[in-house]
T-cell receptor, first 111, second 113 residues
Framework: AQSVTQLDSQVTVFEEAPVELRCNYSSSVSVYLFWYVQYPNQGLQLLLKYLSGSTLVKGINGFEAEFNKSQTSFHLRKPSVHISDTAEYFCAVRGSYQLTFGKGTKLSVIP | NAGVTQTPKFQVLKTGQSMTLQCAQDMNHEYMSWYRQDPGMGLRLIHYSVGAGITDQGEVPNGYNVSRSTTEDFPLRLLSAAPSQTSVYFC????????????FGPGTRLTVL
């Protein structure tokens, strides 16, 4: 069975500041990890994914995440956020047929 | 290429009514799934399908039925709506395989009075 814990339900940062959204996972099968973003009143869109290989994964819109097997973490980072990054972010782990989501982190970027 | 489409976008039902949420994809994806999104709960899997004629239950299947007669369509049926089914429903699809990205539809916001 898989599970995902997003450690912060809400994060507020100033524009141009760095941000880290934290995600811990557990999985009994091969680990495939995803970060999705949901802008207000829209569906989910893939930011990045880790399947294998390099533990540092780069995604769209300047986001990156680092897979840490020993700490079972997959934290999402951006060195300088914009107002347009205001959204809800979901970490997910993929099992054999199912995608298990965390409860989400709402990121608010203020000027 | 429209991707994943869902209809309707909004729906209000009375307790006990039935309805079908439509989902279609034009990417020839084998895998399709339905999630519900509730505040503070993330997305929870209702049902999924790995191909035409094959469906299975997810985490929260009670009160919902699905069928998959074609690769393109995966409707979700509420048999007797309850206020607890008030939620936003998302359909998603992906090429078959556990490493594949899922593509999400825009969602259906359902209110049950």
């Amino acid at each position: 069975a898989q599970s995902v814990t997003q450690l912060d339900s809400q994060v507020t940062v100033f524009e141009e500041a760095p941000v880290e959204l934290r995600c811990n996972y557990s999985s009994s099968v091969s680990v495939y990890l995803f970060w999705y973003v949901q802008y207000p009143n829209q569906g989910l869109q893939l930011l990045l994914k880790y399947l294998s290989g390099s533990t540092l994964v780069k995604g769209i819109n300047g986001f990156e995440a680092e897979f840490n097997k020993s700490q079972t973490s997959f934290h999402l980072r951006k060195p300088s956020v914009h107002i347009s990054d205001t959204a809800e972010y979901f970490c997910a782990v993929r099992g054999s047929y199912q995608l298990t989501f965390g409860k989400g982190t709402k990121l608010s970027v203020i000027p | 290429n429209a991707g994943v489409t869902q209809t309707p976008k909004f729906q209000v039902l009375k307790t006990g009514q039935s309805m079908t949420l439509q989902c279609a994809q034009d990417m020839n994806h084998e895998y399709m799934s339905w999630y519900r999104q509730d505040p503070g709960m993330g997305l929870r899997l209702i049902h999924y399908s790995v191909g035409a004629g094959i469906t299975d239950q997810g985490e929260v299947p009670n009160g919902y039925n699905v069928s998959r007669s074609t690769t393109e369509d995966f409707p979700l049926r509420l048999l007797s709506a309850a206020p607890s089914q008030t939620s936003v429903y998302f359909c998603a699809s992906s090429p078959f395989g556990s490493t594949d990205t899922q593509y999400f539809g825009p969602g259906t916001r359902l209110t049950v009075l």
